[in-house]
């Protein structure tokens, strides 16, 4: 007998983020997903970036870096993340979703400043994840559940 699993995918906050006048949006804001269907996330910038990383913390908490793309687009297996820096945005495409992306995604980005002038900033949501030693905001951040 064949099961149809289901996932849903939903942002768990509606904050936006704000470091040093930059806003970090992620949306959409709620999404729910057949497995096997297709979902795209789109994080916005209010300024220029240096560089930009999408991650995923599984449900066991493990942080994983999707990737890092200051530009361009790439792939990986089912995941593809595109960042236009001219208008601001990234998007982290997942294509025949699986239970095995239950977790929370999120992007960081790292402004442009100068050197001594930037610290990093942790999202306090999450409490005390482990990040690359950038300057990083956070914003919204959204889960994948198996229903």
Not at 28 to 46: V, W
């Amino acid at each position: 007998m064949k099961r149809t699993l289901g996932a849903l995918l939903g942002l768990l906050s509606a904050q936006v983020c704000c470091v040093r006048g930059i806003q970090v949006e992620q949306s959409p804001p709620d999404l729910i997903l057949q497995e096997g269907a297709n979902s795209t996330l789109r994080c916005n910038f209010s300024a220029t970036v240096n560089n930009l990383q999408w991650f995923h913390q599984n449900p066991w908490g493990q942080l994983i870096n999707l990737f890092y793309i200051p530009s361009g687009t790439k792939q990986n297996g089912r995941l593809s993340a595109t960042t236009v820096t001219k208008e601001r945005y990234s998007l982290l495409h997942i294509s025949s979703s699986q239970t095995t992306d239950s977790g929370i995604y999120f992007c960081a980005v790292e402004s442009q400043c100068s050197p001594g002038t930037c610290s990093l900033y942790t999202n306090p949501q999450l409490g005390s994840v482990p990040l690359p030693a950038t300057t990083t905001s956070r914003g919204h951040h959204s889960s994948i559940c198996t229903v």
